[in-house]
C-alpha cells in the first residue's frame, strides 16, 4: 500500500450519531488543507450501528478506512491497532465528537510537520477557550497537576482527545506503553518527554459533548496508573 502524508483516526464506541457528523466534516477539513491522507475510523465493539455507518462511507471514499473489532479492546489498544495499519508519515487523532474545533487540524499537523515530534491540543492553558461542566473542569485540573508533580511533566493538559504525532516516533514509543484505556494519551505525552522528543502544547477550543464514556472508575483507574507510571520512571529503571 502507498504511503499517504497523514493518517487520522477516529476511535469509535457506539458513536453512530457523532460519525454522522465527524466523517463529512473531517473529509472536508482534510482535503481543504491539501494533504494526502487517510481517515481510519477505530472501531471497538460497537453494537449502535457505528460499523455499518463507516463501511457505508467506505463505498463511496476509498480514503475512509473501516478498522472493526468484534469485542472492545479499550481506546489505547484500537490506537495501537490503527498505528500497525497506518500508512501516513503524520499519525494523529481525534474525538469523534469533534469536542475540540476542527479549526485546530491544521495547525496540529503543521507543528509536527515543522519539527515537533508530538503535538497536542490543550483545554487547560491560559489562551484556550473550553465549555464544560464545573466538576469536570476541577477532576480535570486536579489531575493534570498530579501527572506534573508525579511523572514530571511540563504540559498542562494529558488527556484532551486532539494529538498528533511522527509516526516514526510514536512506533518506537508504543511497546513502552501498557494502558490499554485511557491513559494511553497520558503515557504517549510522558514517555516521549522523557525520551528528550519535542512536546508542543497549544490552546484550542473545546466544547464539552452531551455525554462521555469517561466514568468514574476510568478516572479512578488513571489516578492508580499515574502511581504505576511514577514507578517504572523512578524505581523499576533503577
Not at 181 to 210: I, R
Request: proline share 3%; hydrophobic share 40%.
Amino acid at each position: 500500500m502507498s504511503s499517504v502524508q497523514v493518517t487520522v483516526v477516529l476511535p469509535v464506541y457506539n458513536d453512530v450519531e457523532a460519525l454522522k457528523v465527524a466523517i463529512p466534516r473531517s473529509l472536508e477539513a482534510l482535503t481543504e488543507f491539501g494533504r494526502t491522507f487517510e481517515l481510519i475510523v477505530a472501531e471497538d465493539g460497537s453494537t449502535d450501528g457505528s460499523r455499518e455507518c463507516v463501511e457505508e462511507w467506505e463505498k463511496k471514499d476509498s480514503r475512509v478506512r473501516l478498522l472493526h473489532s468484534d469485542e472492545r479492546q479499550g481506546r489505547g489498544k484500537a490506537l495501537n491497532r490503527a498505528l500497525a495499519e497506518s500508512r501516513g508519515e503524520i499519525f494523529c487523532y481525534y474525538d469523534v465528537d469533534l469536542a475540540t474545533d476542527i479549526k485546530h487540524l491544521p495547525e496540529l499537523i503543521t507543528r509536527v510537520e515543522n519539527g515537533a515530534a508530538v503535538a497536542t491540543g490543550s483545554r487547560l492553558m491560559p489562551e484556550s477557550n473550553i465549555i464544560r461542566s464545573g466538576d469536570r473542569e476541577v477532576a480535570s485540573r486536579g489531575y493534570n497537576t498530579l501527572v506534573r508533580l508525579f511523572l514530571g511533566s511540563r504540559l498542562h493538559d494529558h488527556q484532551c482527545g486532539f494529538k498528533a504525532y511522527r509516526a516514526d516516533v510514536l512506533k518506537e514509543l508504543v511497546p513502552k506503553i501498557r494502558a490499554p484505556h485511557w491513559f494511553w494519551d497520558t503515557e504517549s505525552l510522558v514517555l516521549a518527554e522523557h525520551a528528550g522528543f519535542l512536546v508542543e502544547e497549544f490552546p484550542v477550543v473545546w466544547t464539552q459533548g452531551p455525554g462521555t464514556t469517561v466514568r468514574f472508575k476510568d478516572v479512578y483507574g488513571m489516578g492508580s496508573d499515574i502511581l504505576k507510571m511514577w514507578w517504572r520512571l523512578h524505581v523499576e529503571k533503577n
